[in-house]
């Protein structure tokens, strides 16, 4: 069975980037949906991003588009999330998921058939 683990989480000032990864392992990425979602305490998880397996279309969250980006290095198995002009309604828990089903609803990975262990990102002067 594989699992997806993610870095790249920290503290940052406002105005500044941080890059997420999420690297999958005893599975392969390729043919798989995959996406972040965040929650910030005291709210509902949120879907940021999401990218399809069947024609890598991209998807966000209003709230990041132009902000954030998602790519794929499937030679590294590996999902990052770009994340440039941070500010703190960005402070969350991150988490990457995939879905091996392939598409995307918007922003949101479907179904998850695997799910990150969730990495810190703090947005603070």
């Known amino acids: 069975q594989g699992q997806l683990v993610e870095s790249g989480g920290g503290l940052v000032q406002p105005g500044g980037s941080l890059r997420l990864s999420c690297a999958a392992s005893?599975?392969?990425?390729?043919?798989?949906?995959v996406g972040w979602f965040r929650q910030a305490p005291g709210k509902e998880r949120e879907g940021v991003s999401c990218?399809?397996?069947?024609?890598?279309?991209?998807y966000y969250a209003k709230s990041v588009k132009g902000r954030f980006t998602i790519s794929r290095d499937n030679a590294k198995n590996t999902v990052f999330l770009q994340m440039n002009s941070l500010n703190p309604e960005d402070d969350a828990v991150y988490y990457c998921?995939?879905?091996?089903?392939?598409?995307?609803?918007?922003?949101?990975?479907?179904?998850?058939?695997?799910w990150g262990q969730g990495t810190q990102v703090t947005v603070s002067s």
């Open positions: 005893g599975f392969r990425l390729d043919y798989y949906a």
């Open positions: 990218m399809s397996s069947s024609d890598d279309s991209t």
């Open positions: 998921a995939a879905d091996r089903a392939g598409d995307c609803d918007r922003e949101h990975v479907q179904d998850p058939d695997y």
